[in-house]
């Protein structure tokens, strides 16, 4: 390890311990209600900001794949607030992007990738290269605009967009289905699975623990009635879905992409 870099490591080990603490005093003494966007900012926006300004070299490459997630975002969220996949409480801010999908889930999205990138990187990668537009990024980059084009003429025409089960089909098509690649081609990309392997066990904790304050204050919850199953855990219940795509395998998902799209692959 670099100078400094345990250190690094061991503080973002315990940072989602801490930031559970502070969001649960908050909460209880009703500092703040139900505030998803204070926890976004608690769990992932201040420990990304810390590796990067402590890994300055990596923060355009993380910035890049979790700009370009955020209009792919906005669909995921459009289509699962009508299909109740997943609910929101209401936004601190007044704009709400076609009048359904709120700020928050935008910085959540965004915080999300690029915290695990910059993660990633940090401890596990760390490829420094001045290279910083993959030709490979021109087709993720035509494909979610392609994607938006489809969905926006979909949205003014006023189209149904209640899609049952839309938590399990979203996963198996943007997760299982590269993840699934990536392990076919396990022979020649076994050391790049083995560093995602290792930083998904972070962001599992982080997300564990994070899942389980967010239901226990109401920053999100699941109202549907379409799910494969449910899992109780700590007083709170959530849909096996969400186990399986958000704590599982979100991380592992996000540096497929950004390892085929973005980095070598090495």
Known sequence: MRKGEKADLILVLVWPIIASIISIILEELEVVNSNFFLS???FLGLP???LSFRNRHFVIKSLIPAIFICPVMIIIEYIGYYSLAWSFPSSIFSI???????????????FNVYYVIIFYESFLDHHITHKLWNPKLKYF????????????????NKINLNIPYFYLLFG????????GLQL?????????IIKMLKASAYFFYLSFIYEIIA????????????YIGWLEIFGVRFPLEELIWWILLFAFAVMVYYEYFEDDEK
């Open 141 to 156: 980059l035509i494909g979610t605009l392609l994607l938006f084009s489809i969905f926006s003429f979909l949205v003014f």
């Open 48 to 50: 990304a900001i810390y």
């Open 96 to 110: 709400e992007i076609f009048g359904v999908v709120i700020l928050e889930v935008i910085f959540w999205v965004f």
């Open 172 to 179: 198996l098509i943007l997760f299982a289905l590269p993840i």
């Open 215 to 226: 239901l226990r204050y109401g920053w999100w919850s699941f109202p549907s009635s379409t």
């Open 40 to 42: 976004i900012v608690l």
């Open 184 to 192: 076919i081609n396990y022979s020649n990309t076994k050391k790049v």
